[in-house]
């Protein structure tokens, strides 16, 4: 039942931030005035960024009731498996990506930053890449167990 449960959490999470980055995101840009569309992003990031703590923090937990049912029934329960490593890492970009850039973001939309926004952005697009890539990595893994 937590494969199952670990497995549908990682697919939606990943097909919702495929939806932000490639459907909602640059929709937004191409209908809306630059700044109500910055607007209406920044919105849709904060939520992204709540939604991906909590999915991170799940999936970690789940993963580690599945290896501590597996070593109580004498099989191999991996302590630091990948399937608890990949939601460690976007938890990481979450984290950096939104919730330490962001401010900074703000203070050089400002003209008071340490760095320019398109540096900043840069970085803080970095980030999300990097998360989508470990939650797409960490769906097709569990998906992997599963099946096998």
Known sequence: MFARLQALLAALWGGFLLCV?????PSAFAVLE???AGLFVGRLFAVEAQVSLAAALILMLLERRIARDAAEAGG???VFSAR???PAVALFCTIAGYYGLQPLMAD???GAGVAS???LHGASLAFFGVKGLAVLALAWLVNL????
């Open 21 to 25: 980055a490639f459907a909602a995101a």
């Open 34 to 36: 630059r700044a109500n």
């Open 76 to 78: 191999a329960g991996d």
């Open 84 to 86: 608890l490593l990949l």
């Open 108 to 110: 050089a939309k400002a």
């Open 117 to 119: 926004f398109a540096a």
């Open 145 to 148: 167990r599963r099946s096998s």
